[in-house]
């Protein structure tokens, strides 16, 4: 599917339109059920371009073959833009939204493409494009190497179990890194997380079929930094089974937040919502982790009591352990007294050397 198609499709679904007379007189969008794409395209000068009849509200795709800074300005309508290469704006077509007829739009690189809405009460619009040059200092694209090395990778469990990780929800666990070199929900301990690469709208193996699968970095205006994930994920797909998911690794992390903020996934006003931090969890699932049985000095919640329990307790009383959740500070109290001193340590050192027993 080309952009083109695929912008179209898009617009389908969200634009709303509204008529001229109206625009003048209402706060509120008027809302029209039909919307058609003219099978006109803009092209730079002046022309004249058919409205689609019935149909008040059309819009106009323009893909310049060249770099620069385009002038749109309709003689007898309004115009507005309405998308920018999948980093969708909506506009709201209300008096306050659109009343001018005419606005500019920057191409930086060929390729890049945009719809333009024209609104106007005649069957035909009368528009203007002109071109400015612009100096673009081109940055080459920075090809991401993986720093995990993917290995093959087959799913164990059934798909219908999976739970995904809702970043609707405000309280949305953050991802930690296990001891396994996996990212985890919640803690190190926590649920593993599994990426879907493939098989849903918004997946990364979709976004490289369309040649999405990037990311651009920018100071200000000035791009500093464009990165192409292809061959990086690539690497990834290589190693799944048929149902495309692998552990989420930090590479993958990566991927997700470069891309999703690329392809306006995410945000304030993106297709998944959520905080930019933990939105592009949005493709992460896991199993629901059975709450392990207690195990007497068991601090860091493995399953068994040992020496490293006896560190940690003891680093964390002398005020150096940093990664101590609520389940170690509760597993921490030795004597069960609701506070976390030193006399739990040497219980718990003399617990582990056989000398101590919570029965005593």
């Known amino acids: 599917m080309t952009m083109k198609k695929l912008l179209s499709l898009l617009m389908a679904v969200i634009l709303t339109v ?31 371009y058919h409205m689609v009849p019935d149909c008040i509200y059309t819009v106009f795709y323009f893909e310049p073959t060249e770099i620069g800074k385009f002038i749109f300005t309709a003689s007898n309508g309004l115009v507005a833009l309405v998308s920018y290469n999948g980093m969708w704006v909506t506009i709201e077509p209300t008096a306050e939204t659109v009343t001018e007829n005419s606005f500019e739009w920057e191409c930086r690189s060929v390729g890049q493409s945009i719809l333009v809405a024209v609104i106007t009460d005649d069957a035909t619009v009368n528009l203007s494009v002109e071109k400015e040059e ?95 994930y292809n061959q990086a994920l690539g690497e990834y797909l290589a190693c799944t089974d048929e149902t495309a998911y692998y552990p989420l690794t930090e590479d993958l992390m990566i991927i997700f937040q470069g891309v999703g903020k690329f392809q306006g996934w995410y945000g304030a006003d993106g297709w998944i919502g959520g905080n930019l931090d933990d939105a592009w969890m949005f493709a992460c699932y896991y199993f629901e982790q059975e709450e392990p049985a207690y195990v007497f000095g068991d601090i860091d919640g493995d399953g068994k009591a040992g020496k490293l329990d006896y560190f940690k307790l003891k680093t964390y009383l002398l005020g150096k352990e940093i990664d101590y959740d609520d389940g170690m500070l509760s597993r921490s109290d030795i004597d069960g007294n609701g506070k ?21």
Not at 342 to 352: M, P, T
């Open 340 to 360: 976390i001193e030193k006399v739990d340590y040497f219980k718990l050192r003399n617990y582990l050397l056989g000398k101590w027993s919570p029965n005593d």
């Open 18 to 48: 509204t008529p001229m007379a109206v625009l003048a007189e209402a706060a509120d969008p008027v809302s029209l059920e039909n919307y058609v794409q003219s099978d006109e395209s803009l092209s730079v000068g002046t022309k004249e």
């Open 134 to 228: 612009i100096v673009i200092v081109e940055i080459p694209w920075t090809v991401y190497e993986n720093k995990f090395t993917p290995v093959p990778f087959t799913f164990e469990g059934n798909e219908d179990d999976l739970l995904y990780v809702d970043t609707f929800d405000k309280t949305c666990d953050i991802a930690v890194q296990g001891a396994d070199g996996y990212y985890h929900l919640g803690s190190a301990n926590g649920p593993l997380l599994y990426a879907c690469l493939a098989d849903f709208q918004m997946s990364l193996a979709a976004a490289k079929e369309y040649g999405q699968l990037k990311d651009v970095i920018y100071e200000g205006d000035t791009v500093v930094q464009k990165i192409n």
